[in-house]
């Protein structure tokens, strides 16, 4: 049985209530120069499947000589896609990997018991005016995966399946749906995908996974009668066959979902954990900053400063 808090097993069935379970509107905070909303957790709903953080980054335009600057800072029991749309942003963790982020390719970093990561626009990205838009997701590990080493895996946009018809243009970004699957081995099950869609288009959701949701990153959806414009998550109830279907103007989305994890999780600052004792421990490791012996590293080629553990 999963645990799944906002379901309710009383449910009615058929038409007697919308397909629609909830309906996220993001919490915005400006960063300073770009703006950040955030759908996951909320108070509606912690996770959709695996996906426990879900964050809209932009758009944003950055002068030359501008960028986003996310020094070293840790995790534990997750693992992390940062899905651009626009721009490009440079990685670096403590397990030596450089790898730049540009859009439509997938960076899969595995937490597990610890890792730490840098996410950068530096270089020759300031050398110029620079548009920033994409989404960072975090999925919640199994409990059986929490402890796991760390990995980092890079899947080039190419080698991403793509579904067109009917006036839709499917790219799968992780796990498997609609027949098709990602070339990543995952330790959970997920579905997430960008879907564009022509004005009046309909996308039927994948059937076979038990958590299915849609974010709108531009233009509208209707669905049960109602429309969704940008900057709503929708969550569907479990069991039903559903269909969004896009606005006069088409719309963008982020279609995500997977398997209900099998208890909730704690956060605290950028820690996933199924217990506050895995949390207390990282937290302890984190600040203790031995990085040549300790629990956690920083990148090389971006050690020389990184973010202290918040004091709550």
């Given at each position: 049985?999963?645990?799944n808090?906002a ?14 379970e ?11 120069g ?16 695996p ?5 809209q980054?932009?758009?944003a ?18 693992g ?5 749309l626009d721009g ?14 540009e ?5 899969w970093?595995l937490a597990g ?8 626009t530096d270089?020759?990205?300031?050398a110029a ?8 997701t975090?999925?919640a590990?199994?409990?059986a995966e ?5 990995a ?7 080698d991403?399946p ?11 970004i992780?796990?498997?749906?609609w027949g ?7 330790p959970?099950?997920v ?17 076979d ?5 849609v974010y ?8 049960g009668?109602q ?26 989305l ?23 004792e ?28 990184f973010?202290p553990?918040?004091?709550?």
């Amino acid at each position: 049985m999963s645990w799944n808090p906002a379901l309710d097993p009383d449910v009615p069935l058929g038409d007697a209530v919308d397909a629609i379970e909830t309906v996220i509107v993001p919490r915005a905070r400006d960063l300073g120069g770009f703006e950040v909303r955030r759908a996951l957790p909320s108070a509606a709903r912690q996770m959709v499947g695996p996906l426990i953080f879900f964050d809209q980054v932009g758009p944003a335009e950055f002068l030359t000589g501008q960028g986003i600057d996310l020094r070293p800072h840790p995790h534990i029991g997750l693992g992390t896609v940062t899905y651009l749309l626009d721009g490009r942003l440079h990685h670096r963790d403590s397990l030596g990997t450089d790898q730049w982020i540009e859009p439509g390719a997938v960076n899969w970093m595995l937490a597990g018991r610890g890792i730490t990561h840098s996410e950068r626009t530096d270089g020759a990205a300031r050398a110029a005016p620079l548009r920033m838009f994409g989404v960072q997701t975090w999925l919640a590990l199994p409990e059986a995966e929490e402890d796991a080493p760390a990995a980092f895996a890079h899947v080039p946009k190419s080698d991403l399946p793509v579904l067109e018809g009917e006036g839709k243009r499917v790219r799968l970004i992780l796990g498997s749906a609609w027949g098709a699957r990602v070339p990543l081995a995952l330790p959970m099950e997920v579905f997430y995908a960008d879907a564009q869609l022509d004005p009046g288009a309909a996308l039927p959701l994948p059937d076979d996974h038990e958590d299915r949701g849609v974010y709108v990153l531009a233009g509208s959806v209707t669905q049960g009668g109602q429309s969704f414009d940008a900057g709503r998550m929708l969550i569907f109830r479990p069991g039903d066959r559903i269909a969004v279907r896009a606005g006069a103007a088409g719309a963008r989305l982020l279609v995500l979902g997977g398997a209900a994890m099998g208890g909730p999780r704690y956060i605290w600052w950028n820690f996933v954990a199924s217990s506050k004792e895995r949390i207390a421990a990282a937290k302890e490791a984190w600040r203790a900053g031995d990085w040549a012996h300790g629990r956690f590293r920083l990148p090389p080629g971006d050690d020389a400063e990184f973010i202290p553990a918040p004091e709550v």
